[in-house]
């Protein structure tokens, strides 16, 4: 992946691969405007082992569990991961990093990258401001350059605007896989996930299927037609 620097000299490139994780509802809706509609345990699990992971391999272990229930033991409970280095990151918006409850602000274990125009002691508490797993940028490029010279894995955890940011020209190209929990029920949501289905190539995996609170998702990985290759 090359970094969207400009400079002359380039920068070491650590970053691998760049992948969307969402959860859908079944209008691909994914929130209020302030907040998403549902609260899946099991979804929000995975979602924090998955980005706080270098590697795919957590997909082949869920994958040969087939079930949320069953992949448990891998899932890292109450004792932190060890510290990664290199790191992986999360890229989000502004409204996005304001919906996280405070007590996960930032994502722990994580990188926290946060975009907004708007100055960081706005839009960030007191020890947000001084935590060292928090980057903020006012402009994607930045937030790039630095994924790429810090990071091996970055997710693009929305929201909309994020999202959408990723999935269009030249962005997209740079995307690998998306994964996405598609929920069965229509949350009537004020903001959608972007249409995605023409970008993404025929590979598909169904990496879970599970039922919760009478919610029915399944969480699918899929590829980018013209995805980066490195792994
Ligand atoms: N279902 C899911 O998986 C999921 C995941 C994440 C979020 N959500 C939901 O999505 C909704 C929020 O989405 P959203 O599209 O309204 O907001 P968002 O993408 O989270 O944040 C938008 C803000 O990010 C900043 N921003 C975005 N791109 C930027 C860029 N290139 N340069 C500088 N700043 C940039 C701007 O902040 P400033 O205005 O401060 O400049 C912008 O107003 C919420 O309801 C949330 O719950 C759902």
Not at 85 to 99: D, F, L
């Amino acid at each position: 992946m090359p970094p969207p620097a400009t400079t002359s000299t380039t920068p070491t490139t650590l970053l691998t691969a760049i992948d969307i994780v969402a959860a859908l509802d079944i209008e691909n809706g994914i929130g209020t405007g302030t907040a998403m509609p549902w609260h899946l345990k099991a979804d929000l699990k995975w979602f924090a082992t998955l980005t706080t992971t270098h590697s795919n391999k957590t997909d082949d272990k869920w994958l040969a569990k087939k079930s949320i229930h069953a992949a448990k033991a891998t899932i890292p409970s109450s004792s932190p991961p060890p510290p990664l280095r290199p790191h992986t990151g999360v890229i989000m918006g502004r409204k996005t990093w304001e919906a996280l409850p405070s007590q996960y602000q930032p994502l722990p274990h994580r990188i926290n990258i946060i975009l907004s125009k708007q100055e960081r002691h706005k839009y960030l508490t007191t020890s947000a401001l001084t935590h060292k797993n928090v980057k903020t940028y006012t402009t994607l490029e930045q937030a790039l350059t630095y994924a790429s010279i810090e990071l091996k894995r970055l997710f693009v955890i929305g929201g909309r605007r994020l999202y959408q940011q990723f999935l269009t020209p030249p962005l997209n190209t740079e995307l690998r896989y998306l994964y996405i929990t598609h929920i069965a029920k229509n949350f009537n949501c004020k903001v959608k996930f972007p249409n995605f289905l023409d970008l993404v190539a025929s590979e598909k995996l169904s990496l879970i299927k599970e039922k919760e609170k009478d919610l029915a998702y399944e969480i699918i990985r899929y590829r980018m037609k013209k995805a980066c290759t490195k792994n």
